[in-house]
């Protein structure tokens, strides 16, 4: 099964607001509500962002959200920072117990 | 707070073995799905394998399976992931996480190398 497809990477200024697409199919974002999204700082693991399509855990800032529409997922950081310069990758589940990760984006604040 | 620690990796050659460890602290380890997660140099994470909470239900990804075992001692919080004949395509950082319906948290990952 192929990765979930993300663009390679976006940027923006501060205060601005990017969107993070990830594309899969009908048998995993299309059918399931379990898309997350991680956030990868250099030399440190992936920590979840958003869980569900658009929940956010405690703690993550307001300005992190998520949707879905069809077999896309998106991320949207709204008022974009300095300390938002990270990676970042999608995973929905695909039924028969398995899960799928995008193959990432990195966002980069000019 | 809940924390996870990885150990065990390190440089093998291809067709060796190798076993992977994660303690669990900080919360009642026994009541979670764990799971393993690798991300191979400069890649995007892959799933792996995950376990049930008594052990009873096992999956893995198609490109491990028959080489890797998953397996969990919860008297001691542990988790396992035992990898048998290893490719150079094994090598990653491999992660284990707590499983709800995303995976929160990761551990500090433990780096496997399959090389000559």
């Known amino acids: 099964q192929s990765a979930l497809t993300q663009p390679r990477s976006v940027s923006g200024s501060p205060g601005q607001s990017v969107t993070i697409s990830c594309t899969g199919s009908?048998?995993?974002?299309?059918?399931?509500?379990?898309v997350s999204w991680y956030q990868q700082r250099p030399g440190l693991a992936p920590k979840v962002i958003i869980f569900e399509v658009s929940a956010r855990p405690s703690g993550v800032p307001d300005r992190f959200s998520g949707s879905k529409s069809g077999f896309t997922a998106s991320l949207t950081i709204s008022g974009l920072q300095a300390e938002d310069e990270a990676d970042y990758y999608c995973c929905s589940y695909t039924g028969t117990h398995t899960w799928l990760f995008g193959g990432g984006t990195k966002v980069t604040v000019l | 707070q809940v924390q996870l620690v990885e150990s065990g990796g390190g440089l093998v050659k291809p067709g060796g073995s190798l076993r992977l460890s994660c303690e669990g602290s900080?919360?009642?380890?026994?009541?979670?799905?764990m799971t393993w997660i690798r991300q191979a140099p400069g890649r995007g994470p892959e799933w792996v394998s995950y376990?049930?909470?008594?052990?009873?239900?096992?999956y893995y990804a198609d490109f491990v399976r028959g080489r890797f075992t998953i397996s969990r001692d919860n008297a001691k919080n542990l988790l396992f992931l035992e990898m048998t004949s290893l490719k150079s395509e094994d090598t990653a950082v491999y992660y284990c996480?707590?499983?709800?319906?995303?995976?929160?948290?990761w551990g500090q990952g433990t780096l496997v190398t399959v090389s000559a």
């Open positions: 996480a707590r499983q709800l319906n995303w995976f929160d948290p």
């Open positions: 009908s048998s995993d974002i299309g059918r399931y509500n379990y």
């Open positions: 376990i049930g909470t008594s052990g009873g239900s096992i």
């Open positions: 900080g919360f009642i380890f026994s009541n979670y799905y």
